[in-house]
């Protein structure tokens, strides 16, 4: 089966700008998150949709933001852009059960955001 | 607040010895956990999960709900288990990561 990927793989912005990141999940799959890696902090998770609808958001500011179209594919926006919001920024996919989020995560390659 | 952390971001280990990754949560109940691995030039992938109480590449990991912990433990580790090691939970909290180095 075709993996989860995203789309650029590389983004380079100036501070100000406003940046658009995309994922296409795995068949199937109808749930998609994002996740911040930024040098030395680990993952952080900034946002999960399913079926069209933001499920959970991580600590973020409302800057971040996103959507999940009909055929599951999602945009994360990063608006007015800062130097700290360099990192990559992780796409990952899974089936829905339950409450939680306990099937596992399939995730993409990244885009690597740097911003100038 | 971190719900699961790894207290060690660095682990260096030499073949065929033993390897234990560090993951405690801070919460209580029945927690859903999982470890992901991410070898050199490849995705972020899942190694292992709690419930499914099995043994991947020599890997397990046990819920220890008195002590809250769910350490990743090899008895024998190789040389291409050098990775960076994610333990995480089922509400999407991931810990620091681990970078495990296993030397000849």
């Known amino acids: 089966e075709a993996g989860v990927t995203q789309s650029p793989t590389h983004l380079i912005k100036t501070r100000g700008q406003q940046a658009t990141l995309r994922c296409s999940p795995i068949?199937?799959?109808?749930?998609v998150y994002w996740y911040q890696q930024a040098l030395g902090l680990g993952l952080q998770f900034l946002l999960w949709?399913?079926?069209?609808?933001?499920?959970n958001r991580g600590n973020f500011p409302p800057r971040f933001s996103g959507r999940q179209f009909p055929n599951y594919s999602s945009e994360l926006n990063v608006n007015a852009l800062e130097l700290e919001d360099s990192a990559l920024y992780l796409c990952?996919?899974?089936?829905?059960?339950?409450?939680?989020?306990?099937?596992?995560?399939?995730f993409g390659d990244g885009t690597r955001l740097s911003i100038l | 607040a971190q719900r699961v952390t790894q207290p060690e971001k660095l682990l260096s280990v030499f073949k065929g010895a033993p390897v234990e990754l560090k993951c405690n949560y801070s919460?209580?109940?029945?927690?859903?956990l999982f470890w992901y691995v991410q070898y050199s030039r490849q995705r972020l992938q899942l190694l292992l999960r709690?419930?499914s109480r099995e043994s991947i590449k020599g890997f397990t990991a046990d819920l220890n709900k008195g002590e809250t912990s769910f350490h990743l433990k090899k008895p024998f580790a190789q040389e291409e288990d050098s990775a960076m090691y994610y333990c995480?939970?089922?509400?999407?909290?991931f810990g620091a990561g681990t970078t495990v180095t296993v030397r000849a």
């Open positions: 990952a996919s899974s089936r829905l059960q339950g409450q939680g989020v306990n099937q596992p995560q399939h």
């Open positions: 068949s199937g799959h109808t749930s």
């Open positions: 949709y399913d079926e069209g609808e933001e499920r």
């Open positions: 919460y209580s109940g029945s927690p859903e």
């Open positions: 709690h419930i």
């Open positions: 995480a939970d089922y509400k999407l909290s």
